[in-house]
């Protein structure tokens, strides 16, 4: 299989204050990570790509201090958002490709909402 | 930058119709694959199609790559409410591994019982 999971599935946190999500590789290496964020309705929009060991890529529009990505192990991705503010309010989703495979797995998302 | 448009954007349907779904696109792609999602959960991956011209089924469903790599289409054959859904198609346009997918808009199928 290729099971990919987030933590948590929802969020509610109070504008100022950062949130970290967490996206884990269950049973295999992912060699990349990438995250999305969803709004109603719409198809995903990819906001980063990340490597392990190193600094993560930037999608254009994306601000890289606030949306701050961690790509610590093979297994594990997190993505921070730092004082948050209402309009962050979404579906984040993670997903992971491994090895020679161009295909990326999807985790459940993550219900950020900031009041 | 490379597009995708997927059409129709929103179809309501009765149970046991058929219906396809298009993915249309200037550019060629290495590697083609459609998601299906369901609300407040992350996209499944349902088929990638590699081949120009390859068509692979999945039960109800018929997934067709163009001869060119630029277009796919999606055909479900009597359609149930299950599979009710935001469906995605994502293309790969690079031959390396860890690409960044080209996503279209999708397409919200709703199959009324």
């Known amino acids: 299989g290729a099971v990919v999971s987030q933590h948590p599935s929802r969020v509610i946190c109070k504008s100022g204050t950062s949130v970290k999500i967490e996206c884990r590789s269950l049973d295999f290496q992912a060699t990349t990570m990438f995250w999305y964020r969803q709004f109603p309705k719409q198809s995903l929009m990819l906001m980063a790509t990340s490597n392990e060991g190193s600094k993560a890529t930037y999608e254009q529009g994306v601000e890289k201090d606030k949306f701050l990505i961690n790509h610590a192990s093979l297994t594990l991705s997190t993505l921070t958002v730092t004082s948050a503010h209402p309009e962050d309010s979404s579906f984040y989703i993670c997903?992971?490709?491994?090895?020679?495979?161009?295909?990326?797995?999807f985790g459940p998302g993550t219900r950020l909402t900031v009041t | 930058t490379q597009l995708l448009e997927q059409s129709p954007q929103f179809l309501s349907i009765q149970e046991g119709e058929n219906l396809t779904v298009y993915c249309n696109s200037s550019?060629?792609?290495?590697?083609l694959q459609w998601y299906r999602q369901e609300p407040g959960e992350g996209p499944v991956l349902l088929v990638t199609?590699?081949?120009?011209?390859e068509v692979k089924k999945l039960k109800r469903l018929t997934f067709q790559f163009g001869d060119a790599r630029k277009d796919s289409s999606l055909h479900i054959t009597a359609a149930q409410p299950g599979d009710t859904g935001l469906y995605l198609c994502a293309g790969d346009p690079r031959e390396t591994s860890g690409s960044r997918l080209t996503f279209g808009e999708g397409t919200q199928l709703t199959v009324n019982p």
């Open positions: 997903s992971a490709s491994r090895g020679a495979s161009y295909e990326q797995y």
């Open positions: 550019s060629v792609f290495s590697s």
């Open positions: 199609v590699v081949t120009g011209g």
